[in-house]
């Protein structure tokens, strides 16, 4: 079992920037995918990015050209740059290990307009 500690999430400005960070323990982190997601109160989760043992990518919709996606192998972490952050990416992401199936524990975006 991987355990995933996020962290980087605030509040920030409509326009701004933020950077989240997953740290995963475990030796599994070199041969999985990883991926953030992302629910806001009162609706399903849904995915923002995700990204491959080799690093190919793919983003929400919502978020294409402002979010971008990236691990470094080395420090089992996975990261998740926003920029250009609206009002409506107010929500709580969580990284998501998919060897495993498993979750952390989600840290709160909250972007003011």
């Known amino acids: 079992q991987v355990q995933l500690v996020e962290s980087g999430g605030g509040l920030v400005q409509a326009g701004g920037s933020l950077r989240l960070s997953c740290a995963a323990s475990g030796r599994i982190f070199s041969i999985s995918a990883m991926g953030w997601y992302r629910q806001a109160p009162g609706k399903q989760r849904e995915l923002v990015a995700i990204?491959?043992?080799?690093?190919?990518?793919t983003y929400g919709d919502s978020v294409k050209g402002r979010f971008t996606i990236s691990r470094d192998n080395a420090k089992s972490t996975v990261y998740l740059q926003m920029n250009s952050l609206k009002s409506e990416d107010t929500a709580v992401y969580y990284c998501?290990?998919?060897?495993?199936?498993?979750w952390g524990q989600g840290t709160q975006v909250t972007v003011s307009s």
């Open positions: 990204i491959t043992i080799r690093g190919s990518t």
């Open positions: 998501y290990a998919g060897a495993t199936a498993s």
